[in-house]
């Protein structure tokens, strides 16, 4: 079975750009969550959907964060504009049930903003 | 006080001996508990998932949870050069909230 999959691997862009990070969940997992990790701040959950429905956003850290999940199978995270303080790598991860046990993450993207 | 706190390492551990990863965490109403390996430049994978006292086996992997002293640990038997990579702590506050994460321990494991 696949796993998580992300889409692009490697973004770069310039600042002001917007830039669409994309997602499909593994198949038959209800839950997805959008992650943003950095050096400084490890590993921090941006938003998490359950059953497409956003259940917490409370980790989108501005206005330019916005995600959707039009269905259950596709999500996106989108930043516009973009700044050079959001260069990170994003990761997708999908787990089954309502809560939000064993997740399955996604290989990443890895965006630079100059 | 954060809410999932690990040694950032790097833990060096020869070939053969026991690694020994550590995490506490802030909140004693957390219920489920999870060890992450994240290799260099890769995605993180669960190894490990644990929500009651005591110890739980998996392989050369044992954790241990001890909710009155909200810490939880796992242990690498055996440890190889392959376990080399950053271990991730996380705990599930509630039923129906999200996973914290820990920074995470560097663990490099010397042939």
């Known amino acids: 079975d696949a796993g998580v999959i992300q889409s692009p691997r490697h973004e770069v862009t310039e600042m002001g750009q917007e830039v669409t990070l994309r997602c499909k969940p593994i198949?038959?997992?209800?839950?997805l969550f959008w992650y943003r990790q950095t050096m400084m701040r490890g590993l921090e959950l941006l938003i998490y959907?359950?059953?497409?429905?956003?259940?917490?956003d409370s980790g989108m850290p501005e206005d330019r964060f916005s995600a959707k999940m039009p269905n259950a199978s596709f999500s996106t995270l989108k930043i516009q504009p973009s700044e050079p303080r959001d260069s990170a790598v994003y990761f997708c991860a999908s787990s089954y049930g309502t809560d939000p046990y064993e997740q399955y993450f996604g290989p990443g993207t890895r965006l630079t903003v100059t | 006080q954060k809410e999932v706190e690990q040694n950032s390492g790097p833990l060096s551990v020869p070939e053969g001996a026991i690694a020994s990863l550590n995490c506490t965490y802030s909140?004693?109403?957390?219920?489920?508990f999870f060890w992450y390996r994240q290799y260099s430049g890769k995605s993180p994978e669960l190894i490990m998932s644990?929500?009651?006292?005591g110890d739980k086996e998996d392989g050369r992997f044992t954790a241990q949870l001890n909710k009155a002293s909200q810490y939880v640990s796992l242990l690498i038997r055996d440890s190889q050069p392959s376990d080399s990579a950053t271990y991730l702590c996380a705990v599930n506050k509630r039923r129906d909230d999200k996973i914290i994460f820990g920074k995470g321990t560097r663990l490099h494991i010397l042939p």
């Open positions: 909140d004693r109403v957390s219920q489920s």
């Open positions: 959907f359950n059953n497409n429905v956003p259940i917490d």
């Open positions: 644990i929500y009651s006292n």
């Open positions: 198949s038959g997992h209800n839950s």
